[in-house]
T-cell receptor, first 112, second 111 residues
Framework: EAGVAQSPRYKIIEKRQSVAFWCNPISGHATLYWYQQILGQGPKLLIQFQNNGVVDDSQLPKDRFSAERLKGVDSTLKIQPAKLEDSAVYLC??????????FGAGTRLSVL | SQQGEEDPQALSIQEGENATMNCSYKTSINNLQWYRQNSGRGLVHLILIRSNEREKHSGRLRVTLDTSKKSSSLLITASRAADTASYFCATDGDSNYQLIWGAGTKLIIKP
């Protein structure tokens, strides 16, 4: 069974530029999560999808971050414009049933 | 928001020794999970313990849960170099199946 796929693995941009991350969850997993993980910290939930609907986006900075999961499968997370403090690893996870989440390898973003 | 706090923040031991990490949390939970994160990689689920369980084993892993103290511990026996990673506890007490994460313990196994 293929795992959660994320791309790109690394991205370096300058502040005020835009960036997009892509996630393909495990086939059949209805729930998808995007997390932000700053170095030395645990993951912070940004947004949770159930199929193509948003369950929780209370911690998503909506003035600059957006996310979509149009067909209930793949998802994209966008930052526009990026700030220095957005430098982090962005993790995508998916869940089928139960409570265990399966993670992709993440995208490491550096904002200069 | 982060609910769990891991202790210690970092731990360095010799290969073959046992490693113990602790996690404390604040609110009631349905279950508590431990995940491992190798450098530059995503998180991998290790073990889940439900709120009505006190101890659980999986291979070289032993997890305990004390709901009265709102704390859990992860014991890795006979450590190996490959166990070098960060270990995170995550609690699930939410109907939306959201996990609340601690800041992690960085474990280094010296050969």
């Amino acid at each position: 069974e293929a795992g959660v796929a994320q791309s790109p693995r690394y991205k370096i941009i300058e502040k005020r530029q835009s960036v997009a991350f892509w996630c393909n969850p495990i086939s059949g997993h209805a729930t998808l999560y995007w997390y932000q993980q700053i170095l030395g910290q645990g993951p912070k939930l940004l947004i949770q999808f159930q199929n193509n609907g948003v369950v929780d986006d209370s911690q998503l900075p909506k003035d600059r971050f957006s996310a979509e999961r149009l067909k209930g499968v793949d998802s994209t997370l966008k930052i526009q414009p990026a700030k220095l403090e957005d430098s982090a690893v962005y993790l995508c996870a998916s869940r089928e049933a139960g409570t265990i989440q399966y993670f992709g390898a993440g995208t490491r973003l550096s904002v200069l | 928001s982060q609910q769990g706090e891991e202790d210690p923040q970092a731990l360095s031991i010799q290969e073959g020794e046992n490693a113990t990490m602790n996690c404390s949390y604040k609110t009631s939970i349905n279950n508590l999970q431990w995940y491992r994160q190798n450098s530059g990689r995503g998180l991998v689920h290790l073990i889940l313990i439900r709120s009505n369980e006190r101890e659980k084993h999986s291979g070289r892993l032993r997890v305990t849960l004390d709901t009265s103290k709102k704390s859990s511990s992860l014991l890795i026996t006979a450590s190996r170099a490959a166990d070098t990673a960060s270990y995170f506890c995550a609690t699930d007490g939410d109907s939306n199946y959201q996990l609340i994460w601690g800041a992690g313990t960085k474990l280094i196994i010296k050969p």
